[in-house]
């Protein structure tokens, strides 16, 4: 009887222990945040074109990020959850090597969206870059 207890016990606690490692494919963090729409003021002459190649539409659900990202896992492609807005967004594009610790959210034209999301410090989601 001890011996049954003694491994349920074990087994208990290897199950809690599991559940609290298990998340280690993931990352959660802190970062800041603008928007940003296809206007040629706010991005280049061709302000449908993302950094990779990518064609940018209105409505689609994509994030630039800054270049310091990318090698924790937020490279071309990445599905990143942004605490308060719904679904998942793709990085499509990246900023500027001035910023850092930043996302940028694709507001298509909607100028006014843009502007209403101004700044702000939100938590972001991402799978962890797997190792080569």
Known sequence: MIKFRTLLLIATALFIVSGCIGDEKTIT????????????????KHPFLGAWGDDL?????CIAVSRDLIPKGLG???KVKIEGLPGEYLVKDKMNKRWTNKIDIY???D???AKEWG????TI??????KK
């Open 29 to 44: 963090m802190k970062v800041a945040s603008t928007a940003y729409t296809s206007h040629v003021a706010q991005t280049s």
């Open 57 to 61: 539409k209105p409505g689609m659900k």
């Open 76 to 78: 071309h492609n990445a």
């Open 107 to 109: 507001m298509g034209l």
């Open 111 to 113: 100028t006014k969206a």
């Open 119 to 122: 700044k702000r410090e939100v």
């Open 125 to 130: 989601t991402f799978e962890k870059k797997e």
